[in-house]
């Protein structure tokens, strides 16, 4: 056994060797202040595609951001190549707050989270009024989403040349909710394009709905192949000029007038993430009338004290139902 004494050196001393490389380890991360800010436009099995630029930049997460994803329409900070060409790739050091997230899980007894869209001012849920049938819990459960999320609702009903729409509107006249009424005619002359972009201008809107309702249809009218083709997103995405959502996908609007987030159609729209606590935040005209509430009211018992603040018309009681069909619909599963 060798013995180290007073007049021992650093050349006496045996080092075991560095296995994993000769850096030593350290916590200081680099600043990258010379990082680009884009948005990102897709995301495709850890690959993302982001907008700096006018320039769609291939890119994933670096190893210091951890577990932490990007996600489409989340502000983002890149180093690396930012020239978009072929086989090039950059890194993702940064992530922006995020103001907004749109979730979902597979199913209300699905603890797994998925985080679909950030950022995003508002949501539009997209339902056929025939071909398929209006699904009105579906829509309830959309709502739910972008309340708990920070997304303001916008309805848009089409085929109304299959059917009216007044059922589906007098469900949801009580809540306020901008909506926007086509049919497939319109779709087509573009009167119905129209009247939609009235309510994306200025916007980041994000559009859900599941499979047939004409969501997909509707985006590529919004922007259609030439738009695409001249910015190369789609191209940079898919490869193709016409964009089949199986992840969801932000596109811009000709003028700069804001963007369009097409995501993939759903079959159900699981709330098991959403405190129902959260929800009467979408009820300024009734929040304040929880005060007097016994601890963890449900909202829908006999102590509520919402039904005394409706009676002392505080409230129109067509809010006070609209809300407990909601906080009813995260605990309910979307049979129909």
């Not at 296995?19 to 680099?30: A, E, L």
């Not at 590529?220 to 030439?226: C, G, M």
């Not at 009467?280 to 601890?295: K, M, S, V």
């Amino acid at each position: 056994m060798r013995r180290y004494g007073k007049n021992t050196d650093e050349d006496d001393i045996r080092q075991r060797p560095n296995r994993k490389g000769n850096r030593p380890r350290t916590n200081i991360r680099p600043k990258h202040e010379d990082a680009a800010e884009g948005m990102v436009l897709t995301v495709d099995r850890g690959r993302l595609t982001v907008l700096i630029d006018d320039i769609p930049v291939h890119a994933m997460k670096a190893r210091e951001l951890g577990r932490k994803a990007a996600i489409v329409g989340d502000r983002v900070w890149v180093v690396g190549d930012l020239s978009g060409k072929k086989d090039t790739l950059a890194r993702i050091v940064r992530i922006a707050s995020r103001t907004s997230v749109l979730r979902r899980t597979a199913d209300d007894d699905d603890p797994y989270e998925r985080v679909v869209v950030a950022n995003a001012d508002q949501l539009a849920i997209v339902t056929a009024l025939a071909d398929p049938e209006p699904r009105p819990r579906m829509i309830d459960r959309c709502l739910v989403a972008a309340y708990d999320g920070g997304l303001s609702p916008l309805l848009v009903l089409t085929k109304s040349d299959l059917a009216e729409p007044s059922k589906i509107l007098d469900l949801y006249g009580d809540l306020d909710i901008p909506y926007v009424v086509t049919s497939r005619q319109e779709l087509e002359d573009g009167t119905a394009v129209a009247r939609v972009r009235e309510q994306l201008d200025g916007k980041i809107t994000a559009f859900v709905g599941h499979s047939g309702v004409g969501k997909t249809t509707l985006v590529n009218a919004l922007v259609p192949e030439d738009r695409r083709r001249s910015t190369g997103l789609v191209n940079a995405v898919t490869g193709r000029g016409r964009h089949t959502t199986t992840s969801a996908l932000a596109l811009p609007l000709s003028g700069d007038a804001g963007w369009v987030i097409d995501t993939p159609g759903v079959r159900s729209f699981g709330l098991h993430h959403v405190d129902p606590s959260r929800v009467i935040h979408a009820f300024p005209d009734l929040e304040p009338g929880t005060e007097n509430c016994p601890r963890a009211c449900s909202h829908d018992e006999p102590d509520c004290a919402l039904d005394a603040w409706v009676a002392e018309g505080h409230a129109d009681p067509a809010r006070l139902y609209s809300l407990r069909r909601l906080l009813a619909t995260r605990e309910r599963r979307d049979g129909d």
